[in-house]
């Protein structure tokens, strides 16, 4: 089935992506409320919100350029050793420029 | 039945404004990735109006992006539900992981507050729980300055979108996974987090090569977690 994008077309379409992502936003704390928080399910959600991240971050640093690798092993080493996120950014995007300028 | 230690909950406006503060500076690069994506939708064709309601209604970057590639004549509706559905699944286990601290709050700001999960307001409050501290003003001040910079980004790249040249050269394609990394470097670190990290990063990279497209966050995150129920914290009371 395919809608068409002239006149209302790509309003609908609009829409449909607004429901599908609000309910992505919603249906996470909405399925958690009948689920009865043990410390299973503590620990469960506490491995879960770092892995998100990594899970995201691990495909960009295997398939991006030397520059991308470059740019996270260099936020993650500042970000070590001084604990504040800008410093750690803003080197790792300076190192990613860098690179790329070489 | 064990009961953790909560940080006050509740959303303070003076919270609400620290969180709006704190992304500030990362929300300068969502508008230009904003940018980026008002000029490639109106390369592929669509009213300024339209790009408009998408990016404020829609307020998800990477799936807009995917949409843009379906975009034609005619866009087929299952892959354009799939596509969108696959891309945010994320945000049904960042729901997830907020209950804790949401279920606190009445249904209505509950809801309201999901309106502006993003990756990065998120992983912001993640790391405040982590330090015993209130996150849900965090959440929703850094979501309404990321809403704004992606609504204003757009607005921008469709009106003159031709002013950036490269921005990857400049790395700014790099920042928000850099600020992510940032937010899971400045958490807890243990043996165990360690293990689960892997097991997580792992299991997303197997997912990207051999799963179907837009699986990986999804495999990678229940693989981490699920390491994290079997193997529990030492806890004083277990």
């Known amino acids: 089935m395919n809608i068409e994008t002239a006149g209302h077309g790509t309003l609908i379409i609009i829409l449909i992506m607004a429901v599908v992502t609000l309910a992505t936003r919603w249906g996470g704390i909405y399925v958690m409320s009948f689920v009865p928080i043990s ?14 991240l990594i899970a995201v971050l691990a495909p960009l640093a295997l398939a991006g350029d030397n520059g991308a690798r470059a740019a996270l092993a260099t ?20 190192v990613a420029a860098l690179i790329r300028a070489l | 039945m064990h009961v953790i230690d909560k940080p006050p909950v509740g959303i ?20 230009i990735f904003g940018l980026a994506f008002g000029l490639a939708a109106a390369q592929a064709g669509l009213e300024g109006t339209s790009i408009m309601l998408m990016s404020s209604l829609v307020f998800a970057g990477a799936a807009q992006f995917a949409v ?10 299952v892959p354009l539900v799939v596509t969108v559905f696959a891309i945010n699944a994320r945000h049904l286990l960042m729901g997830a992981t907020l209950y804790p601290w949401l279920r606190e709050l009445p249904p209505a ?46 607005w921008l790249g469709l009106s003159f979108g031709n002013a950036i040249q490269d921005p990857v050269s400049l790395g700014l394609d790099m920042v928000m996974g850099c600020f992510l990394l940032a937010m899971v470097v400045g958490g807890k670190k243990n043996l165990r987090m360690l293990v689960i990290w892997t097991l997580a990063g792992g299991s997303s990279l197997l997912a990207y090569r051999y799963l179907p497209e837009n699986s990986h966050v999804v495999v990678g995150a229940l693989a981490g977690g699920i390491l994290g129920a079997v193997w529990m914290e030492k806890n004083d009371e277990h």
Do not use: C, H
């Open chain 1, 39 to 52: 410390y299973r399910v503590q620990q469960f959600i506490g491995a879960m919100s770092g892995s998100v």
């Open chain 2, 12 to 31: 303070e406006w003076g919270e609400v404004w620290d969180g709006f503060r704190q992304l500030a500076p990362i929300s300068l690069f969502v508008v």
């Open chain 2, 109 to 154: 700001k509950r809801y309201g507050v999901m309106l502006v999960v993003s990756d990065a307001n998120w992983a912001l409050s993640q790391q405040a729980f982590n330090r015993g501290a209130p996150g849900l003003g965090l959440l929703l001040g850094g979501g309404i300055a990321l809403w704004l910079a992606w609504a204003a980004g757009s």
């Open chain 1, 75 to 94: 936020t993650a080493v500042v970000m070590l050793l001084v604990k504040k996120p800008l410093p750690a950014i803003a080197a790792g995007i300076v």
């Open chain 2, 68 to 77: 843009l590639d379906l975009w034609g004549e005619q866009v087929p509706l």
